[in-house]
């Protein structure tokens, strides 16, 4: 096989399969960013509370719980979602003005205790959840696009573009960045720190459930699955800054093709192992994220 031809059938389709898995490793990685940004809590319960809505949606469409339509399965796992972001914020709130540290191990616990709910409620079995993504494919120079890549660039574009318009145009978005900046200044001029904190939980949260639902088609559902996704997720996050919005995308979008180019070429038993030095290195190279790096600044 000639270079050319390599490039065609091996490289290209494995920056592009990589580029929109590194589309959903964004969303998890912005839900992690926008609670650091303005609590200054890394949120390990990301991963397993995301992984126990998804197994909420299993169980709800698949007769196990209940007997749902799909849209309605998911419309209750987002309120889920939505209501387990409030309660945990809800019981560690005093400990994000005391501790960030503190804080941060709390989280690692509801983890565990999300973890332990799915694995009483669905027990430890792998299953498989099917969504309802059109299923077709057609080729472009030899690249092979299917109806999941269109989907999963659908969702993650009008997702991220209408969390970005909130950010930069709404109160509730300029509140969010006045505290991000400067929590003090803006408590003085009379914002409502936990309100603002409430709004990244929640929002970090339905971000979870959309990631977490999307990587499932191209695997399996089991306990550790969207778990295991949220440490791609949370790469991102290192890669860009974890006080960056921009730099999750541009983390997840570069983690995505490196993990796949490093599984074709290398092996991915020990996948996990260079995630880890990926992150290591990004974190000597990039301390403060890939973009301020480059660019100088960042958002």
Known sequence: MSFWDSLLYDLFPLIWSGMITGCLYALGALGLVMIFKCSKVVNFSHGNVAGLTAFLVYGLSSGMLMSLSWGAAVLVALLAAVAIAFLIYS???????????????????????????????????????????????????????????????????????????????TKLGIAFRAISENPFAAEVCGLNLRSVHYFAWITAAILGVVGALLIVPTTFLSVTTVATFMLQ?????????????????????LVGVLMNLFTFYVSPEFSSTFLLAVILVALNIFPNGILQKVGGSRV
């Open 91 to 169: 019981i560690i709130s005093p400990l994000v003005f005391e501790s960030d540290l503190t804080s941060t191990i709390a989280t690692l616990g509801f983890g565990l205790i999300a973890q332990g709910v799915t694995l009483l409620t669905f027990g430890a079995d792998i299953v498989a959840l099917d969504l309802p993504i059109p299923r077709f494919a057609f080729s472009v120079l030899g690249l092979l696009i299917t109806g999941y890549d269109l989907t999963v660039l659908a969702v993650a574009v009008v997702t991220i573009g209408a969390l970005f318009i909130i950010i930069d145009y």
């Open 233 to 253: 997720a949370f790469a991102a996050a290192v890669i860009g800054g974890f006080a960056s919005l921009p730099g999750a995308l541009v983390g997840g979008v």
